[in-house]
């Protein structure tokens, strides 16, 4: 794939998505296991794994056993709170939350097509909701800071996006805006002949690959962690702002076009803006308190 990427790069054609010869998933002859699938899961391995060594570092806000509790629950409001947040925000059309679950159910709220990882169809901001609610549960019941478990999660969220970002450009979904004339444009199925942006890529670089070294460095090589909020506040405002900045070259969800064109922003640059100033706010209140000492220990 990197080989027809870069012999493409200085040509004048387009790449066209189907010459990658990308596949979906990986054929086991009884069972596909469908790459999307396998991204959410691959990053939930990767955060609880970087979870759990950090909280053999001095000053954890937590043990194992609630790390493990965590990502139990953590798991479910991702999965639950990601398709709850797409039928809620992109399925709705004009007419919004209303009708927002009609396509996974025609008779009620929630029906099993909802669980259907490898169908696509999941948002971030549910997906962010979700786990935050995964994440206050478990602080509530086991006495826990709630703001210091969010930061020691964030820090391998990052990770997640990366590979969730790779599935949708390996599945030629969610592409990007044309047409357009840079040298890596593509032509998508189902996306007619027009040259778009990877945007799927742009996504996996700016909110994946990007944001998991910025986190990666501020817990490990700063005193970041003994701040309360900070890496929280930044993983939230990093987030916020690429995301933001990758809608200007992703495709708008064709039920929310009009949307888009009515409102000069995107369904999740609108979402997005308060993600930002929330994480803004609560990066100025991590650096006006006073750190924790190196000590300082959780519940065991």
């Keep these: 794939m990197l080989s027809l990427l870069a012999a493409s790069a200085g040509a004048a054609d387009p790449i066209y998505w189907?010459?990658?010869?990308?596949?979906?998933?990986?054929?086991?002859?009884?069972?596909?296991?469908?790459?999307?699938?396998?991204a959410y899961l691959l990053g939930v391995i990767f955060a609880y794994w970087h979870t759990s060594v950090a909280l053999k570092q001095p000053g954890a806000p937590m043990a194992q056993r609630h790390a493990d509790d965590l990502f139990f629950y953590c798991t479910l409001g991702v999965i639950l709170g990601g398709r709850l947040g797409y039928a809620a925000f992109y399925t709705g059309g004009e007419t919004g939350?209303?009708?927002?679950?009609?396509?996974?159910?025609?008779?009620?709220?929630?029906?099993?097509?909802?669980?259907?990882?490898?169908?696509?169809g999941m948002s971030f901001h549910g997906g962010l909701i979700g786990v935050t609610?995964?994440?206050?549960?478990?602080?509530?019941?086991d006495k826990l800071n709630f703001i210091r478990v969010v930061d020691y999660v964030s820090v391998g969220?990052?990770?997640?996006?990366?590979?969730?970002?790779?599935?949708?450009?390996?599945?030629?979904?969610?592409?990007?805006?044309?047409?357009?004339?840079?040298?890596?444009?593509?032509?998508?199925?189902?996306?007619?002949?027009?040259?778009?942006?990877?945007?799927?890529l742009y996504q996996a670089g700016l909110e994946g690959l990007a944001m998991l070294v910025i986190m990666l460095l501020l817990f490990w090589k700063t005193r970041a962690r003994y701040r309360p909020g900070l890496l929280a506040g930044v993983f939230t405002t990093g987030m916020g702002c690429a995301r933001f900045v990758n809608e200007f070259f992703r495709q708008p969800d064709q039920q929310l076009a009009d949307f888009a064109a009515r409102t000069g922003l995107s369904m999740g640059q609108w979402l997005t803006i308060p993600l930002i100033l929330t994480g803004l706010i609560v990066v100025l209140f991590a650096l006006r308190r006073k750190p924790l000492a190196a000590g300082t220990t959780a519940p065991a």
Excluded: C
């Design 97 to 120: 939350i209303p009708s927002a679950f009609t396509d996974f159910s025609g008779d009620g709220l929630v029906s099993w097509r909802l669980l259907r990882l490898w169908d696509g």
């Design 157 to 200: 969220v990052p990770m997640g996006m990366l590979l969730g970002r790779l599935a949708n450009f390996v599945n030629g979904e969610l592409w990007g805006r044309g047409p357009t004339d840079v040298p890596w444009a593509m032509v998508f199925p189902g996306a007619g002949d027009v040259a778009r942006h990877p945007s799927q």
């Design 133 to 141: 609610a995964a994440m206050a549960f478990v602080a509530w019941r």
């Design 18 to 38: 189907t010459d990658l010869g990308l596949q979906p998933g990986i054929d086991l002859g009884f069972f596909t296991l469908r790459f999307y699938s396998l």
